[in-house]
Every structure is written in structure tokens, then in C-alpha cells.
């Protein structure tokens, strides 16, 4: 998702590469926690998304293209994650009892 805003802010804004920038690290850096295993359940990428966009919107001012998608992806993701949380959280769930099983063999 945070992967998204950044391709949503190349598509809008033609200047601003700092902002780019910004949230190109930001993006990434929540893909390298997942990569790293840093965050250790599904909410803690939830929280890691959310404050994505709670910073975007904290240092842009309301009207500004950046806090205007912030709010859109918020509210999005927000949605996206209710209607999938259970999902998510039994595919979490399985894995981790297959990961023990594996360990225990």
C-alpha cells in the first residue's frame, strides 16, 4: 500500500522530488521490515502502514495532494483491511503453526 502512494505521487505531482523521495524510504523501509522479519504479526504492518499516511498528512497541509492521497489511502486501506482482516490474520496464524510443526519434526 505504502508502495502505492509513491506511485500515485510520481503520477500527480510533476515536482517535489524531495516529498518523492521521502516517501520512496518510507515505502521501502516497510517492505524491508517485512523482509527482515522485523515486524513480528499482521499488526504491526498495519501499524507501520498507518503511520505512513498519519505522517503524510502531519507534515503536508490539508489540501495538499499529499495529504488529500494520505486520507484517500487511509481510509482505503482501512476498508481494505477490515473486510480481509480475518483472513489475514488465520493465513498468519497457519503459517506460524507450520513453521512449528516443521520445527519440531
Do not use: C
Request: aromatic residues 6%; charged residues 25%.
Amino acid at each position: 500500500m505504502a508502495m502505492t502512494m509513491v506511485i500515485v505521487m510520481e503520477r500527480r505531482r510533476k515536482r517535489g522530488m524531495e516529498m518523492k523521495m521521502q516517501l520512496m524510504m518510507v515505502g521501502r523501509t516497510v517492505k524491508a521490515n517485512l523482509d527482515k522479519g522485523v515486524l513480528a504479526n499482521p499488526q504491526q504492518f498495519k501499524d507501520d502502514v498507518l503511520l505512513v499516511f498519519k505522517n503524510a498528512m502531519t507534515y503536508n497541509p490539508e489540501g495538499h495532494d499529499v495529504h488529500v492521497m494520505a486520507k484517500t489511502l487511509k481510509v482505503l486501506f482501512e476498508g481494505k483491511w477490515s473486510q480481509n482482516e480475518s483472513m489475514i490474520l488465520d493465513a498468519y496464524n497457519n503459517a506460524g503453526s507450520a513453521s512449528e510443526s516443521t520445527k519440531s519434526k
